[in-house]
Each structure stands twice: as C-alpha cells, then as structure tokens.
C-alpha cells in the first residue's frame, strides 16, 4: 500500500510560478513510477506528466512540454511537480498517482492515487 498526499497548490497568476508537493509513505516508494494528472471543471481527468521509479525517464503531456518540469527525492520519498510560465487552463485539481517502476500516460494503470490539490491560474 503507498499513501500519497499533495500539497503546494493555490492561486497564482498567468505567467507566475507553483511547485506541487506529493508526499509518499508505505512501501518503499523508489520502486514506483510516478504521475501527475489534472481534472478541470467539465472535463475529464488528463494526463500531465510522470517519472519511472529512477526519474531517469520522464513524460509530458504536449499542453504542458517546455513549461513543467516532474522530479523525485526518493531520499525524501517526494515528487515534484514545478509549474513555470502558467496558464489559465491549466486551472484544474491536481493528483499524483504511483505505479510498480515503469511510468505511463494510462491513468488506469496507477494503482495509488492521492486526493488532490487545487492550482487555479488567474489571468
């Protein structure tokens, strides 16, 4: 079982910054890839980006290539998720999901999920 718990989300201006925080704990989570999804308002839950279990493979969603960056401290059992250049859709609830080693874009392969922080871009 591996706990996960968000954190660092909030309201930030179009053009400004934010560094999500997901927070792991139960098995030993430098065996585990990585994901970060969003879900706006109306829409479907999309895929953002994810990290395989070493972060030395990483993923991005095209919406968002260029502007965020995903990181892990497996020392710290974190994920990160640093926001850069924010736009106002990517307005949304934010989870980090945790998987066995290898990363994907397929949400319905993450066994672990978190319950979210709010990040809303105000423009």
């Known amino acids: 079982q591996v706990e996960l718990v968000e954190s660092g989300g909030g309201l930030v201006q179009a053009g400004g910054s934010l560094r999500l925080s997901c927070a792991a704990s139960?098995?030993?989570?430098?065996?585990?890839?990585t994901g970060w999804f969003r879900q706006a308002p109306g829409k479907e839950r999309e895929f953002v980006a994810s990290?395989?279990?070493?972060?030395?493979?990483?993923y991005y969603a095209d919406s968002v290539k260029g502007r965020f960056t995903i990181s892990r401290d497996n020392a710290k059992n974190t994920v990160y998720l640093q926001m850069n250049s924010v736009k106002p859709e990517d307005t949304a609830l934010y989870y980090c999901?945790?998987?066995?080693?290898?990363?994907?874009?397929?949400?319905?392969?993450?066994?672990?999920w978190g319950q979210g922080t709010q990040v809303t871009v105000s423009s």
């Open positions: 999901a945790a998987r066995p080693y290898i990363a994907t874009m397929d949400q319905g392969s993450y066994d672990y």
């Open positions: 139960g098995r030993i989570f430098s065996l585990y890839a």
């Open positions: 990290s395989n279990w070493s972060g030395t493979n990483t």
